[in-house]
């Protein structure tokens, strides 16, 4: 795997594809969850996710 390619991609997609990719991975992990509850990997994901919109929101917040 290459991040370089992935950042590539990402940047190619269009703003409508942006959020199916979010989605996509928040099913993956949700699923995931569903079957194993421990599940380090997607208990991960989403402390990161959460951490990533509170980045967000303070940025919004921050330019208003």
């Not at 989605?23 to 990533?52: G, I, M």
């Amino acid at each position: 795997m290459n991040t370089n390619n992935t950042w590539e991609t990402m940047g190619s997609l269009s703003e409508e594809d942006v959020p199916l990719v979010l989605n996509t991975l928040f099913l993956f992990y949700e699923e995931r969850l569903k079957h194993s509850p421990d599940d380090e990997q997607a208990l991960e994901f989403f402390k990161h996710l959460d951490n990533a919109m509170s980045q967000v929101n303070e940025c919004n917040l921050n330019r208003r």
